[in-house]
């Protein structure tokens, strides 16, 4: 027999066509078993060998599911013994570790085995239909609108006389439309020629406009025709030249297709009016499959069964993130609107998954070899989810909530059924339309940005190979002719352009102490505040709400005797502090009388003299109280642009102009988040959370140079931090929920922090004391561990969103953000003498990365897509946006200041460990041992140290046995 696969394909003996990856999996997925032939079956350090010939990952070990087809994945494990003790659900390891959970509805007691009534939706799961609410400490499920809660009290019914459709491509030329899901179906040919002569995979459709859109890959086209199944209807060609589109979505709010292109590795999107086409994602993608919408939230997802993962991306395609990794064929992608959920079915591992759109709360809600076998699409109604299946040759049906008990072959006889869309209103919702009233030229196409943004909400995006003209007056034009943005949104300190030329050029205000600044940006005076002259020219210092409630400082110099500011008195010279009568100043004699003014690292005043003192490597400056590198070596300030590239800044301490203009600046492919360096050996880390990899490539960021992928598998990694004593570097996997590291000689990657994590984000490490740093977004805590993990301690909690870590080593200071509260803040190692630097300021908005070099925190902020830069002795006086000049982009994510005296020389702790096993330093001062060898993941070796450490009062002194 010929096979026609694909060199993406295997060619079963029969002439069926399978996956490459699916050959010598242990799975016989030809029907002739041809696949699983011939193999000589080898499992990866991080694999499980079932007892046949298959292959697993390890952590499917003991999640009571049958990962293999002989169950000894599920084999000696706790559980199976009496439950492991749990009165529910029981989830256990190889290791015999139990760790006990309840059905959703309950809750675990305190005893951490048994089950009580959940009191709050976070302990509920998905045990509601759509949403649930706790206001009074009772948990009650709600409808969202178009629904009305049934008599079980959790599921929704629907509100609606409109009856649904159900529309099925079968054949590859025909649809078949199911009306009231009764089971009478009826195929409805297509009349036209180039249709009847097609081969359709994919179905959407615009219920507002009565149009169908279907994809065709032996036309490599997209077409529509009417969505009342006319058998007159004539199909208008939409887009040619898609190659193969796997999978079609409209925005029906804003009239624009988007689609996937397996054979090119892109995403696109044409406008339904204009047909003009733009190619929004061309990096990163390996066989991208299925793609749906949400055009309230202006985000769209799409399964990767490449790459094996799913992700999110605006509908413009900035903010990309992988929502879920380590999945084998993801194929079919649903959207449950009312629950604000995704659902997913994946071909190989046969099981249906749904999550948040943040990919948080992934749960696997149904696993089934007679019902899931090779399903293609997927999508819900109600409260039912519907599924095509190859080898069933079926749509099957199943509640979300119960799917074991409910899975039925809903339609059978279907051959060679693809698509399916069910056809409501409910199905598309009627949201804001941020397009209405675009600027957009007709050579453009409007996008919609994602909904978090408060201002530049959309994007006018050039047609793929078009030429856009300028702008009409009262616009500006973004430097890469990529959209128009109104005059009011120049210089207005938040970027509307894609590439950020909004905020170019545009001159700071600059004001001192003792000046106002007006609202034209120049600076008088403040002593001519409320004085009743315009000295502004716009009348700004004059104003009612400011001169109404403040003492004149004009009159007799507020009565004070060297500043006055705002009505107050202040002294202006270091070492003096206000008198007790308010007005006059005295000089300071004791440290703990510094309040205001403070000293860049310690101060002294043994002599009775206050006195600002420094770290070795630092000098005092002029002003007598602030620190600056003795060094010839400008800082200079990396920071990861638009995701996709990495731009090198000088930062020039003490000057107007902080941060100048970009002296480098290098492309890579993927989505960039973390960033570090290697000052001794000349290296710069990042992590890429579409590659799921760690590169690295020399710090100069040469043309020539090709990035190294040091580390794969790294699972949505947001945080790196180089230990550059013991050359390990640790970073986090917010998904996995662990904390790793690598040793960047051997490459063995040990696990280091992996239990009671949520989503640990940004690390940081302190190798002269042998402690790590990191931020958990999911449980709101910055916490601290020795590097190898142990002695593990909370330094604050009762964060919202704490984003961005850094430690300030002269003084011993961590400081943090926190993007839901858009604060800043700092304390010493322990958690001890907490100070809030920044809260709601109009500086910081959904602050990200963060980093520190002399007296200056940088961090990159979201909300004004900027670099901001602030003072840490004044934080609300000096903090200003230094946006970097030129290309500012979209995104902003790592940054990280670069200077050898950030990476000071500390005596290495480490010792010799078998050639499996990494070196990692303990805590200093906490152990006789001043080191563990701990053992690879996945790898059996000895972890006994070779050489321990005696700790006397001269220090560690090492000792060979």
């Known amino acids: 027999m010929t096979s026609t696969c694909s060199s993406r394909e295997f060619a079963c003996a029969n002439g069926d066509c399978i996956h490459k990856s699916w050959t010598c999996d242990g799975d016989e997925d030809c029907l002739d078993g041809s696949d699983e032939s011939d193999c000589d079956l080898q499992c990866l350090s991080d694999q499980f060998a079932c007892d046949i010939n298959r292959c697993i990952p390890k952590y499917y070990l003991c999640n009571n599911n049958y990962d293999c087809n002989d169950r000894s994945d599920e084999a000696s494990c706790p559980c199976s013994i009496d439950n492991g003790g749990c009165d529910d659900i029981c989830t256990g390891s190889l290791d015999q570790n139990v760790s006990c959970s309840c059905s959703p509805g309950f809750s675990l007691a305190e005893d951490g085995r048994s089950c009580v009534l959940a009191t709050s939706c976070e302990d509920n799961g998905y045990e509601c239909s759509q949403l649930c609410n706790d206001d009074e400490g009772v948990v009650k499920c709600v409808c969202t609108e178009g629904y009305t809660l049934a008599n079980d009290n959790r599921t929704c019914d629907i509100i609606s006389d409109v009856q649904p459709k159900l529309i099925v491509i079968t054949d590859r030329t025909k649809l078949s439309e199911y009306l009231g899901f009764d089971g009478d179906s009826t195929n409805i040919p297509l009349n036209n020629k180039q249709i009847e002569d097609s081969s359709l995979v994919s179905i959407d459709y615009d219920i507002r406009q009565n149009y169908m859109y279907l994809s065709d890959i032996l036309r490599n086209s997209i077409f529509r025709i009417s969505l009342d199944f006319d058998d007159k209807s004539e199909a208008e060609v939409i887009i040619s030249n898609t190659g193969t589109c796997d999978s079609i979505a409209t925005d029906w709010i804003h009239n624009n297709l988007y689609y996937t292109d397996v054979e090119n590795d892109i995403i696109g999107v044409v406008d339904l009016d204009s047909l003009n086409k733009v190619t929004l994602i061309d990096e990163g993608l390996s066989e991208p499959r299925a793609i749906v919408l949400h055009p309230e939230i202006g985000y769209m997802f799409w399964t990767d069964w490449g790459n094996g993962k799913i992700e999110k991306a605006g509908l413009d395609g900035s903010f990309r993130q992988t929502i879920a990794s380590n999945l084998t064929w993801p194929n079919g992608l649903t959207i449950d609107f009312p629950a604000s959920t995704l659902y997913w079915i994946d071909a190989k591992l046969k099981f249906i998954q749904v999550s948040d759109f943040d990919g948080d709360n992934v749960q696997t809600i149904f696993s089934s070899q007679d019902f899931i076998s090779h399903p293609f699409a997927i999508t819900i109604f109600g409260n039912v989810l519907y599924w095509t299946d190859w080898t069933l040759e079926s749509v099957v049906t199943a509640d979300k909530l119960d799917p074991s008990a409910t899975a039925t072959q809903f339609i059978t006889n279907l051959n060679r059924v693809m698509d399916l869309k069910i056809v409501h209103p409910l199905r598309q919702p009627d949201f804001e339309n941020v397009c209405l009233d675009n600027t957009c030229d007709e050579n453009s196409v409007c996008l919609p940005r994602p909904n978090f943004l408060s201002v530049g909400r959309f994007i006018c995006r050039c047609k793929d190979d078009g030429e856009c003209p300028r702008c009409p007056d009262g616009s500006f034009e973004c430097s890469n002719n990529s959209s128009c943005i109104s005059d009011d949104l120049k210089c207005d300190g938040s970027a509307d352009c894609d590439d950020g030329s909004d905020e170019s050029n545009c001159v700071p205000p600059t004001c001192s102490m003792t000046e106002f600044t007006c609202e034209t940006g ?306 010493d190692f322990n958690g001890g003498n907490l100070v809030t630097l920044l809260s ?75 050639e499996n096993a990494v070196c990692l330093p303990r805590p200093v001062g906490v152990s006789s041992n001043s080191f563990i060898c701990k053992c690879s993941d996945g790898e059996d070796c000895d972890q006994e140290p070779k050489k321990h450490w005696i700790w006397t009062w001269l220090g560690w002194k090492g000792k060979e046995q």
Not at 602 to 619: L, M, N
Not at 705 to 725: F, H, K, R, V, Y
Not at 874 to 888: D, L, W
Not at 903 to 908: L, M, R, S
């Open 522 to 827: 120049s600076c008088i005076a403040a002593a001519l505040m409320c004085d009743g002259n315009d000295d502004c020219s716009d009348g700004s210092d004059e104003f009612e709400e400011i001169c109404s409630e403040r003492v004149m400082c004009y009159v007799n110099n507020g009565g004070c005797e060297d500043l006055c500011i705002d009505s107050l008195c202040q002294c202006s010279s270091f070492g003096y502090k206000l008198a007790e009568d308010g007005t006059s100043c005295v000089q300071i004699t004791s440290c703990e009388e510094l309040v205001s003014e403070f000293c860049s690292h310690w101060c002294e005043d043994s002599s009775g003299v206050v006195e600002c003192a420094c770290s070795v490597g630092y000098h005092l400056a002029k002003n007598m109280h602030s620190c600056v590198a003795t060094s010839d070596l400008n800082a200079k300030l990396l920071v990861i642009e638009n995701h996709i590239s990495i731009a090198s800044y000088p930062i020039f301490d003490g000057t107007e102009d902080i941060i100048g203009v970009a002296e480098n600046r290098k492309k890579f492919n993927g989505t960039m988040m973390a960033i570090d360096y290697d000052m001794e050996n000349r290296f710069l880390f990042w992590s890429d959370v579409t590659q799921e990899t760690i590169f690295r490539l020399p710090l100069d960021l040469s043309e020539d140079t090709e990035p190294e992928a040091l580390l794969t598998n790294a699972s949505d990694c947001e945080g790196i931090a180089l230990d550059w004593i013991h050359n390990n570097l640790y970073y986090t996997e917010t998904k996995r929920q662990v904390i790793k590291a690598v040793n960047l000689d051997s490459l063995q990657v040990v696990s280091v922090v992996y239990e009671n994590l949520e989503k640990p984000r940004d690390i940081v490490v302190h190798p002269g004391i042998g402690y790590i740093f990191w931020t958990d977004w999911g449980s709101g805590v910055v916490e601290k561990a020795g590097m190898d993990g142990s002695h593990r301690h909370i330094i604050v909690e009762n964060l919202t969103w704490p984003n961005g870590l850094t430690i300030d080593f002269p003084t011993f200071t961590l400081y943090w953000n926190d993007a839901g509260q858009d604060m800043i803040q700092s304390s």
């Open 840 to 914: 709601e300021s109009p500086i910081i908005s959904h602050p990200y990365s963060l980093t520190i070099f002399g007296d200056q925190l940088y961090w990159t902020d979201w909300g004004h897509n900027s670099v901001i830069t602030v003072n840490k002795l004044h934080p609300t006086m000096s903090a200003s946006m230094n946006a970097p000049i030129g290309e500012q982009p979209a995104v902003l994510t790592g940054i990280t200041a670069v200077h050898p005296i950030r990476q000071q020389k500390y005596d290495n702790q480490c010792g010799t460990c078998s």
